[in-house]
T-cell receptor
Framework: AQSVTQPDIHITVSEGASLELRCNYS??????LFWYVQSPGQGLQLLLK??????LVQGIKGFEAEFKRSQSSFNLRKPSVHWSDAAEYFC????????????FGAGTRLFVKA | NAGVTQTPKFQVLKTGQSMTLQCAQD?????MYWYRQDPGMGLRLIYY???????DKGEVPNGYNVSRLNKREFSLRLESAAPSQTSVYFC???????????FGPGTRLTVL
């Protein structure tokens, strides 16, 4: 069965420090991979997605993610975190084939300290 | 607002009451979804509609019904609310299943 694991429930980083959020998935083929962000009291917003091609993808707000097939991972990174990045981040797996439902990880809450 | 509106934003119900959550999208997308979000559990799919005229169950459909009224609108109904349905409900839409989804702002529902 398909699954998505975000091992870190919450992470705290200092403003200006680098960030890496982990995501591992289980799927028989290469899926579509997504990172979404949810600010408090808001819906989810797409940060970036990977379908094929270059395994390093750039997203909005200075985020990037790298697909590593051998590790079944799609980790999200940002070189320098801003206080406004404090939010919850969700990794998700999808596939554009009939009947495939997008699966979301449980989320990682990011706290940013001054 | 990602081209989607949800109403109401907040609702308090008593056990056994019914209500309908409304969702409308203006991006002419085929697929629409209802999720619930509970602390520590991420998003769980309740029902979805791959296209106008079709609906199907997701991971947690019990206690809910849906209607895909037309291509724009997808409603979620609680026939007899229970405290276990206290949650934040999100409507989402996308061009095709498995691809990018666009989320509404959510409805915070409390069942007493």
């Amino acid at each position: 069965a398909q699954s998505v694991t975000q091992p870190d429930i919450h992470i705290t980083v200092s403003e200006g420090a680098s960030l890496e959020l982990r995501c591992n998935y289980s799927y028989g083929a290469t899926p579509y991979l997504f990172w979404y962000v949810q600010s408090p009291g808001q819906g989810l917003q797409l940060l970036l997605k990977y379908f094929s091609g270059d395994t390093l993808v750039q997203g909005i707000k200075g985020f990037e993610a790298e697909f590593k097939r051998s590790q079944s991972s799609f980790n999200l990174r940002k070189p320098s975190v801003h206080w406004s990045d404090a939010a919850e981040y969700f990794c998700a797996v999808g596939r554009n084939t009939g009947g495939f439902k997008t699966i979301f990880g449980a989320g990682t809450r990011l706290f940013v300290k001054a | 607002n990602a081209g989607v509106t949800q109403t109401p934003k907040f609702q308090v119900l008593k056990t056994g009451q019914s209500m309908t959550l409304q969702c409308a999208q203006d991006m002419n997308h085929n697929s629409m979804y209802w999720y619930r979000q509970d602390p520590g559990m991420g998003l769980r799919l309740i029902y979805y509609s791959a296209s106008e005229g079709t609906t199907d169950k997701g991971e947690v459909p019990n206690g809910y019904n849906v209607s895909r009224l037309n291509k724009r609108e997808f409603s979620l109904r609680l026939e007899s609310a229970a405290p276990s349905q206290t949650s934040v409900y999100f409507c989402a839409h996308g061009q095709v299943e498995g691809d990018t989804q666009y989320f509404g702002p959510g409805t915070r529902l409390t069942v007493l």
